[in-house]
């Protein structure tokens, strides 16, 4: 038989803080950041994000949004045979996210480990999880988008701070007889590491240079249009499957005008572009599988729609993955 790797189940989760962008330009306010509800939806779509609780971490979400992955594939955690985690914002230096969701889903022995691909993460974990399952090296694999982005932010940067926010989402990818992920594209370019960076280093006992995130929005955004659009015409291409084939368009979720400008390339209509961005800002390796995830427990996917999933970010990477539900 040959083997294919197949979505059987999705979830995600987020923390319960909610900020609206007024709540937020409230807080910066008394800090003396300045910002308006009117400016972040305008230029990004953005209309709330969730943080996590201090003592929350990466772990901690993804281990709710697998819960839920695992339950709606209908298996056991003890089925798993492969955990994947995709995140820049681990619970510490190592080990992984992975091992230590391993550890809190109460099951050992199956490889775990984490990728860094900051907002590309997701596409990149999910590729890879399928060239596992096609080589026969797992048959039940969890792969998971988990993030506390707000740890990194600098709330004195308004150009920064009101776009971020926490969150994961997961899947369960099962081998089948029938084919699920159809084509993937991954890439990167670290000519581009400066535009979207957290620049500091655990050295000696202390994080050397800084540790809050730093970008050149404009830079990104410039790059993210073009790649975006060639990733998905590629992985169209090598799935030999055409623009008007695509059911759902499913991109990272940080910029509603980058997502629009995507879906336009491609000549798609809005209303198969999945929109979360609105509710949770950019959580970057969560944000696909968020979508995603609100996407099928709200009845939009069905089972045999053809979903493309993008994402772009630091690195700078890129990358989609084109799959039938
Ligand atoms: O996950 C990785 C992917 N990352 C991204 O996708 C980010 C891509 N980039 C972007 O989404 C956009 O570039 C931003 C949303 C970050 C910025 O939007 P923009 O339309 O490029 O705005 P801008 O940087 O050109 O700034 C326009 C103005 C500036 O004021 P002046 O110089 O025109 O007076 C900024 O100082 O908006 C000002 N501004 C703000 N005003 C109120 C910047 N941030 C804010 C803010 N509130 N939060």
Not at 142 to 159: I, K, N, P, Q, Y
Not at 175 to 190: F, I, K, M, P, Q
Not at 235 to 247: C, F, N, P, V
Not at 260 to 282: F, R, W
């Amino acid at each position: 038989m040959t083997r294919y790797s197949r979505i059987t189940g999705t979830g995600s989760y987020l923390p319960p803080r909610r900020l609206t962008n007024a709540a937020l330009a409230a807080e910066l306010a008394g800090k003396g950041v300045e910002t308006s509800d009117e400016w972040i939806v305008e230029r990004t779509g953005i209309k709330a994000r969730h943080f996590a609780a201090p003592e929350v971490a990466s772990s901690d979400l993804g281990l709710e949004a697998a819960r839920r992955a695992i339950e709606a594939a209908g298996l056991q955690v003890t089925d798993i045979d492969l955990i994947i985690v995709a995140t820049s914002t681990p619970d510490m230096v190592f080990p992984s996210v992975a091992c230590i969701l391993q550890h809190k889903l109460g099951i050992a022995g199956c490889p775990a480990f984490d990728i860094q691909a900051v907002c590309s993460g997701f596409v990149y974990a999910l590729t890879v999880a399928d060239a596992m399952i096609k080589s026969g090296a797992a048959n039940k694999a969890l792969v998971v988008g988990a993030e506390v982005f707000s740890r990194l932010l600098d709330f004195s940067d308004r150009t920064t701070c009101v776009l971020f926010g926490d969150g994961a989402g997961a899947v369960v990818l099962e081998v089948s007889e029938t084919a699920g992920l159809l084509a993937s594209d991954l890439h990167a370019d670290g000519k581009h590491t400066g535009i979207l960076c957290v620049p500091g280093n655990v050295s000696g006992g202390q994080v050397l240079g800084s540790a809050l995130l730093e970008m050149d929005g404009q830079a990104v955004f410039k790059l993210a249009v073009g790649v975006l659009e060639s990733a998905a015409r590629t992985t169209l291409a090598k799935a030999g499957l055409h623009e008007s084939d695509i059911d759902w368009l499913i991109p990272h979720q940080a910029n509603l005008r980058i997502m629009h400008s995507t879906a336009k390339k491609l000549k798609l209509p809005l209303e198969k572009l999945i929109v979360t961005v609105d509710q949770h800002g950019n959580t970057s390796a969560a944000s696909i599988p968020l979508a995603l995830d609100t996407a099928v427990r709200s009845g939009k996917i069905e089972r045999g729609d053809i979903l493309m999933l993008e994402g772009v970010g630091g690195g700078f990477t890129w990358g989609a993955v084109l799959l039938k539900y």
